[in-house]
């Protein structure tokens, strides 16, 4: 599945991924290949994702995200930096 991670800024992450987790309003959500179709509004706390080779995780400020046809397209308000 592709993913795609953007800010008003920059685009973080453009890439294959095999699972995303992201802090949906209603609690945290796992998005793998071949997901339904969704939008779903995002709230503050750690975005997730694993490709073959490592883990990553960014912690976002809110935002939305839409899947659709295995690919995952994330707009974020903004990062927070450690």
Do not use: C, R
């Not at 991924?17 to 339904?36: E, I, R």
């Not at 080779?53 to 046809?69: F, M, N, P, R």
Request: hydrophobic share 40%; charged share 25%; glycine share 8%.
């Amino acid at each position: 599945m592709n993913l795609e991670i953007i800010t008003p800024e920059k685009k973080i992450y453009n890439g294959e991924v095999d699972v995303a987790t992201l802090p949906g309003s209603d609690g945290s959500f796992q998005v793998m290949n071949n997901h339904a179709p969704l939008i779903s509004i995002l709230s503050e706390g750690t975005l997730v994702y694993k490709t073959k080779d490592k883990t990553e995780q960014i912690t976002i400020t809110g935002g939305v995200v839409e899947i659709l046809a295995n690919k995952m397209i994330v707009l974020v308000d903004g990062i927070k930096e450690d």
